[in-house]
């Protein structure tokens, strides 16, 4: 087609140097003129160049060249054989007076429709009227439902809102899926490295791990097969887009092979996607709930990355464990606040939701590519960052460095990080860290952030405690 044969050319320009990264691209009409193609043609041409890393867009200001990372510049992923271990002793919590913007995977308020958000509270309080003195529906009000299933079916996944049951937040929906399909002292496979909050999870539940490693397109589903064969696994959990903290996405071939693969051992499999709606892309990749045809898959999500954390709202599609969700469900809760439901369900309907998120993923892809250049620019040649195509963290690995001491220096001054022991029971990732990039690095004055002042504080400590790697 005429706009990829376009962007390679762009591609090969930039490979060549005949264009520098960071350079202004033509306009969209000088682009259509120069190649005598039409604006739909010079914006697709733009929109390749973004999926592929290869340009960045910039509002009010246009295009411009980029360099995506290569294969060698992105963190090592450990090929290993998965054991069963006990995640208890892993999470030694270390704790900041205030949690800070590198921390937590949050976004910064100043990203965020707060003002709209109440607006839609207060309509929904208004037409609520005496029913908000009711206990809420123990599955979720019925138009925060409709509202959930009408929205990711523009994305061409599609569910009933009667499938679907109310949480309060993801993990409160995973936590009940880890309730219905296992039981203590069973064994769940997880990704290598995993979000450090489903292994506390998993302690706290009294459940084992088996760390499954990840590749670059996902996890190894060979060893995933081998422990479902085996019988050594009752559930798995996974994050299967822009992992955290990985930032990995499963290929849509993985995906299908993961919802197969539960179908024919009948091992159930928790996927936690609170991350989908915030890839850099116009449109989300598609859940592994979408080749789930025996209900063995458990689509867990949430708006807390995205709208509010404070809201503390989720969901859970449950497939064949449906009844007993909801039997948990009335157990161990009364129910997730009507108005904030009835809230989100009209940001939703009234397509705001839909609007806020186009207008966040490309901010949301500039910041974190500014981070990535902030720690590219100012740590050693040897630093390996990740290059996710999603979500709101980076995962960086310098060889050499000494995590531990890094993080109680951290403590130490305050500044919130993350290391990467937090993320496994394994010792494959002492070198590593985490950062968030949910917050500018400029404020809108254009002076630098409080993120900006913390980034130039950790670059330091990562310096103090690195050593020159040998190998």
């Known amino acids: ?140 009000e019925l138009a925060l439902r409709r509202a959930l299933s009408k929205h990711f079916s523009r994305y061409d996944f599609h569910f009933s809102e009667q499938a679907l049951v109310v949480t309060n937040g993801c993990i409160d929906a995973v936590r009940t899926a880890i309730e219905v399909t296992t039981r203590p002292g069973d064994a769940v496979a997880i990704s290598s490295p995993c979000f450090s909050g489903l292994l506390q999870l998993l302690a706290q539940m009294q459940r084992q791990v088996v760390e499954i490693p990840s590749t670059a397109e996902g996890i190894d589903l060979r060893q995933l097969e081998r422990h479902m064969q085996q019988g050594s696994i009752q ?22 092979q993961l919802a197969q693969l539960a179908a024919r051992y009948r091992v159930p499999v928790i996927e936690d996607d609170i991350y989908l709606e915030l890839g850099y892309q116009r449109t989300p990749p598609v859940p592994a709930q979408h080749w789930d045809r025996e209900g063995y898959l458990l689509w867990c999500g949430s708006v807390s990355k995205t709208l509010s954390a404070g809201y503390r709202l989720g ?58 250049d902030y720690m590219i620019a100012n740590l050693p040649d040897t630093v390996r960052i990740s290059a996710p195509q999603g979500g709101l963290v980076l995962w960086i690995q310098l060889p050499g460095l000494d995590s531990v001491a890094l993080a109680q220096q951290a403590e130490r001054q305050n500044l919130d990080i993350r290391i990467g022991a937090d993320f496994s029971t394994l010792d494959y990732y002492a070198d590593c860290f985490r950062i968030n990039c949910g917050w500018p690095l400029n404020d809108a004055e254009g002076q630098p952030s409080t993120a900006s002042e913390q980034l130039g504080q950790l670059v330091k400590l990562v310096l103090n405690n690195w050593t020159p790697h040998s190998g």
Request: aromatic letters at 8%.
């Open 315 to 372: 969901w859970c599609l449950p497939g064949r464990y449906f009844e007993a969700y909801q039997q948990q469900r009335l157990r161990e809760s009364y129910g997730v606040s009507s108005p904030i439901q009835l809230a989100v369900a009209d940001f939703i309907s009234s397509d705001q939701y839909h609007r806020h998120l186009n207008a966040l993923r490309p901010q949301l892809a500039r910041q974190v590519a500014d981070y990535r």
């Open 1 to 140: 087609m005429r706009y990829k044969q376009l962007a390679e050319k762009f591609i090969e320009d930039i490979q060549h140097r005949r264009l520098q990264p960071g350079q202004r691209l033509p306009s969209l009409r000088r682009l259509a003129a120069q190649y005598e193609v039409s604006l739909t043609t010079a914006l697709n041409c733009y929109h390749r160049l973004e999926e592929l890393g290869w340009a960045r867009a910039q509002p009010q200001s246009g295009f411009f060249a980029a360099q995506p990372l290569l294969a060698e510049q992105t963190p090592h992923l450990p090929t290993f054989t998965s054991r069963t271990a006990d995640p208890i002793a892993t999470h030694n919590r270390r704790h900041v007076t205030e949690p800070g913007p590198l921390g937590l995977s949050l976004l910064a308020s100043t990203l965020l429709p707060t003002a709209a958000l109440q607006r839609s509270l207060r309509r929904a309080s208004r037409q609520q009227g005496a029913q908000v003195h009711l206990y809420p529906q123990a599955q979720g």
């Open 235 to 256: 559930a798995g959990l996974f994050n299967c887009s822009h992992m955290n903290p990985t930032g990995i996405t499963l290929s849509a071939d993985q995906k299908q």
